[in-house]
């Protein structure tokens, strides 16, 4: 079918696309965009469903605009041969034919972020000490998304063994933001999210320890959910609690259908949480009447802030206040540095498992100045420190419980700087102030990492020079499906998503 027949076709069954989904919260078929790509994830898959769109014209539409785009942006490595996806898109339009339906990701083109396998394909980790190492196997997310009929067409780009809020490695090289190549896209999720905004991926995986998902989203202009630790499977199933697995997209609708694929319950994973999500179709925009938020901006001047940063955010809360949000200050009693050792003992901490690859002369030769620091932190930390840090983690976990006791949401910006030059490693000063690791300049996320609860990244808007900005919204624990509710809510009463980046072919 020819992607003009396609539209024109559209125009006249959005009502059958529409039921097929149960009402998606897309663009009306009036409002569909001249470009396969430019679909939503969720008005993509309703296409492909209802025949409107084939496998094979999707797979076409998105390997031209990866082969038009990418080689500036850099958000996809190791795309798998052209040739093979557009036969495994031949054989998705085959099962159709016959009546077979995968699901909701039939037929969709998707890259995996380059920390997990997928059967067959190279899992670099963004290091070269594993530059050729083939993944035998699928890992549990990916295996999720196959069985909902996802065509794998290679990897998202992440800083080596992702570390780091800045997309670089000695493999690929850095990913630019899809707002501008010349600045980074955030990291470690950094690949996914220029992939989204640069619309090359219809919606994609990330991983959240230190704010992967949020940042990156912010800087790129899209959703990012971090979700309620143990919502989604994966990782030690006991003691290393820090990182979590996550759903990004370019509106909130498709970051709820692409969770409900990857989460939980996990028959293995003792802290997995047993509920299951509603289904995807089950959301709706919370009545922002309703909702009281708490403001915790940069703690009182704690956080060091670029200027601008907190005046971007504090224009979209007003907007929110407009719709009837109410907004207070909102401060934490607790001591936010005894809460930012408690955060890089735990994280050191998670590095131990690096000490065997720090002890070999060959290997340590190959890993980045910041990677092999966190190693030898993790050689000095004794068990009382561990012990500490767990018991300060309780402690804040506790704080998080009082103070959505009276708001309904907290809300921090999702970084602290605007993104930089993707040529520069980390920032090193924020408004006059030393930043003393490679990661303080991301402290601003850390409390929703070592809380554990649920929190989305929504777009708050520019500065005057076109970056972007986001906020961080977290809810309570295991109320995942309200912090989503409220992104939808949020997307009612802003159009940042709307603006869309002019896109460039070099630089």
Excluded at 7 to 18: M, P
Excluded at 294 to 323: H, I, N, P
Excluded at 416 to 439: C, L, N
Aim: net charge negative; charged share 20%.
């Amino acid at each position: 079918m020819k992607r003009r027949t396609f539209l024109n076709k559209s125009l006249n069954t959005s009502l059958a696309v529409t039921a097929s989904l149960h009402a998606p919260l897309g663009l009306l078929a009036s409002e569909l965009p001249a470009d396969i790509t430019e679909l939503s994830a969720s008005q993509l898959s309703a296409a492909i469903r209802s025949r409107q769109a084939s496998c094979l014209e999707v797979m076409q539409a998105y390997l031209q605009r990866i082969e038009r785009y990418n080689p500036v942006y850099n958000a996809i490595v190791n795309l798998a041969e052209q040739d093979g996806l557009l036969d495994q898109a031949r054989r998705a339009d085959v099962a159709l034919d016959r009546g077979e339906y995968w699901g909701w990701m039939h037929g969709m083109p998707q890259a995996i972020k380059d920390l997990a396998n997928v059967e067959g394909m190279i899992t670099t980790g963004g290091s070269p000490i594993y530059a050729n190492r083939v993944a035998s196997s699928d890992s549990s997310l990916v295996a999720s998304l196959r069985e909902q009929g996802a065509i794998f067409i290679g990897k998202t780009n992440t800083p080596e063994f992702g570390l780091g809020s800045q997309t670089y490695n000695a493999v690929f090289g850095a990913t630019g933001s899809a707002c501008n190549p010349l600045l980074t896209a955030g990291g470690s999720s950094g690949g996914a999210a220029s992939g989204l905004g640069t619309h090359m991926l219809p919606v994609a995986d990330g991983s959240d320890m230190m704010g992967s998902l949020r940042n990156p989203a912010a800087f790129n202009n899209i959703i990012g959910f971090r979700p309620s630790k143990g919502r989604v499977g994966g990782g030690d199933p006991f003691y290393q609690r820090l990182s979590t697995a996550g759903p990004m997209g370019r509106n909130t609708e498709d970051t709820i259908r692409f969770l409900h694929t990857i989460a939980g319950p996990v028959s293995d994973q003792p802290y997995s949480i047993q509920e299951r999500l509603p289904e995807a179709e089950q959301y709706t925009p919370l009545n922002l009447r309703d909702i009281k938020i708490g403001w915790m901006g940069d703690f009182e001047k704690y956080l060091a802030m670029e200027a601008g940063v907190l005046e971007v955010c504090e224009s979209s809360l007003r907007q929110l206040e407009t719709a009837g949000v109410t907004v207070e200050p909102c401060m934490p009693e607790f001591d936010m540095a005894e809460l930012w050792r408690s955060w890089t003992d735990l994280r050191h901490w998670s590095r131990t498992s690096a000490q065997e690859m720090y002890n070999d002369p060959a290997r340590r030769a190959l890993l980045k100045p910041e990677y092999i620091w966190e190693i030898e932190q993790s050689l000095e930390l004794t068990a009382r420190q561990v012990y500490e840090a767990g018991n300060t983690r309780g402690r804040w976990y506790r704080e998080v419980v009082r103070l959505l006791e009276q708001y309904d949401f907290l809300v921090l910006p999702s970084a602290q700087v605007f993104p930089f030059s993707k040529e520069i490693h980390w920032p090193t000063e924020i408004a006059g102030r030393k930043m003393d690791t490679y990661h303080r300049w991301m402290e601003v996320v850390i409390g929703g990492s070592l809380a554990g609860n649920p929190v989305v990244n929504v777009p708050a808007g520019f500065d005057a020079q076109g970056r972007p900005m986001g906020i961080q919204v977290m809810g309570r624990f295991g109320q995942d499906q309200k912090v989503l509710e409220f992104a939808l809510a949020y997307e009612q009463v802003t159009d940042y998503l709307q603006q869309r980046p002019v896109l460039v072919e070099k630089v």
